[in-house]
T-cell receptor, first 115, second 111 residues
């Protein structure tokens, strides 16, 4: 079965420092990949997605992610974080059947930005 | 503006009671999903629907049911609530090939 691994449950970082949130998936076939963000007491909203094409994907709020098929990874990066980026971040992969909407989520990474 | 709303936002119930969580979207999306969010587990898919009269089981469907009688609504029913079903529940909707739009969640506590 398809699965997503987010190795870091929490990532503390100082404001204006760079950050990388790691995501690995298990699949030998083509997949679609997503990063969602959840602010406190809110639902999830899409940061970015990879469906095909360029392996470097840019999203909202200055985030980007790189799809690496050989390493089955889709790590999220931001060169300089702000206090407002404090949130939980979820990586997700589509169902192997190819549907882009039935997502399997990782366990999440809490990004804690400190002044 | 189009939106997806969940109700109630907070509910406390007792073991064995039937509970229904409502989900209503005004985007006219074909696809609707229910997830539960638990610490250490992320979001897990409970049920989903790709259109009216279509429902499918997700990875954690035991103890839950859904029905889709129209495009806008996908209510989630817990037939006999258990303490293990204490969680935050999220509804989401999408068009085929599009991103998921999430509601703000319903926090359920089963005592």
């Amino acid at each position: 079965a398809q699965s997503v691994t987010q190795l870091d449950s929490q990532v503390p970082v100082f404001e204006e420092a760079p950050v990388e949130l790691r995501c690995n998936y298990s699949s030998s076939v083509s997949v679609y990949l997503f990063w969602y963000v959840q602010y406190p007491n809110q639902g999830l909203q899409l940061l970015l997605k990879y469906l095909s094409g360029s392996t470097l994907v840019k999203g909202i709020n200055g985030f980007e992610a790189e799809f690496n098929k050989s390493q089955t990874s889709f790590h999220l990066r931001k060169p300089s974080v702000h206090i407002s980026d404090t949130a939980e971040y979820f990586c997700a992969v589509s169902d192997p059947g190819g549907a882009t909407n039935k997502l399997i989520f990782g366990t999440g990474t809490l990004l804690a930005v400190q002044p | 503006d189009a939106e997806i709303t969940q109700s109630p936002r907070h509910k406390i119930t007792e073991t064995g009671r039937q509970v229904t969580l409502a989900c209503h979207q005004t985007w006219n999306h074909n696809n609707m999903f229910w997830y539960r969010q638990d610490l250490g587990h992320g979001l897990r898919l409970i049920h989903y629907s790709y259109g009216v009269q279509d429902t499918n089981k997700g990875e954690v469907s035991d103890g839950y049911s859904v029905s889709r009688s129209n495009t806008e609504d996908l209510p989630l029913t817990l037939e006999s609530a258990a303490s293990s079903q204490t969680s935050v529940y999220f509804c989401a909707s999408s068009v085929s090939g599009g991103e998921l739009f999430f509601g703000e969640g319903s926090r359920l506590t089963v005592l």
